[in-house]
T-cell receptor
């Protein structure tokens, strides 16, 4: 069964600290993996997207890694800021060129950054 | 360039009523998908439209329906509302039904009382 599991479910860190969020997937075939940031009450905003041949992608203080062999991805946030408080969702696509119905969503990690 | 626009932003309805939500895609985007997001289930795919045709449908009851107009704007309708339909409803648009380049709107928060 195609699944995307994220851990931890929630995380509290102090401003300025680093953190790493995990995403494990069993989606096959694999096309690409995307990390989204979703502020409360807003729609998700794409942070990074990686195909199976890419193993690192950065977007400012956000760095995503992908290990297609072990089917694991991580999102590392450096020098966290209060504005990083949000839910981070891992989304895996199993079918390039197909339907958005083929997207498999994780349930997200809720990150709270405290002053 | 305007983003994906969803209206209304907030809605309160009573059980048994029906509701229509609207989504205007980014200009030039012809594919629109709808999702339901709840704290317990996360994001769940409802349906996808491209060129006024439903291409894919998620595992939701027939009370959930949608359509797409010739200008690519889309509406979704939920009839006979139940308390469990309370959720954030998101739409996403893309140029075509592929896995790249889709952008989400800010959603419509529906509360059923």
């Amino acid at each position: 069964k195609n699944q995307v599991e994220q851990s931890p479910q929630s995380l509290i860190i102090l401003e300025g600290k680093n953190c790493t969020l995990q995403c494990n997937y069993t989606v096959s075939p694999f096309s690409n993996l995307r990390w989204y940031k979703q502020d409360t009450g807003r729609g998700p905003v794409s942070l990074t997207i990686m195909t199976f041949s890419e193993n690192t992608k950065s977007n400012g203080r956000y760095t995503a890694t992908l290990d297609a062999d072990t089917k694991q991805s991580s999102l590392h946030i450096t020098a966290s800021q209060l504005s990083d408080s949000a839910s981070y969702i891992c989304v895996v696509s199993g079918n390039y060129g197909g339907s958005q119905g083929n997207l498999i969503f994780g349930k997200g990690t809720k990150l709270s950054v405290k002053p | 360039k305007a983003g994906v626009t969803q209206t209304p932003r907030y809605l309160i309805k009573t059980r048994g009523q029906q509701v229509t939500l609207s989504c205007s895609p980014i200009s030039g985007h012809r594919s629109v998908s709808w999702y339901q997001q709840t704290p317990g289930q996360g994001l769940q795919f409802l349906f996808e439209y491209f060129s006024e045709t439903q291409r894919n449908k998620g595992n939701f009851p027939g009370r959930f329906s949608g359509r797409q107009f010739s200008n690519s704007r889309s509406e979704m309708n939920v009839s006979t509302l139940e308390l469990g339909d309370s959720a954030l409803y998101l739409c996403a648009s893309s140029l075509a039904p592929d896995s790249y380049g889709y952008t989400f709107g800010s959603g419509t928060r529906l509360t059923v009382v």
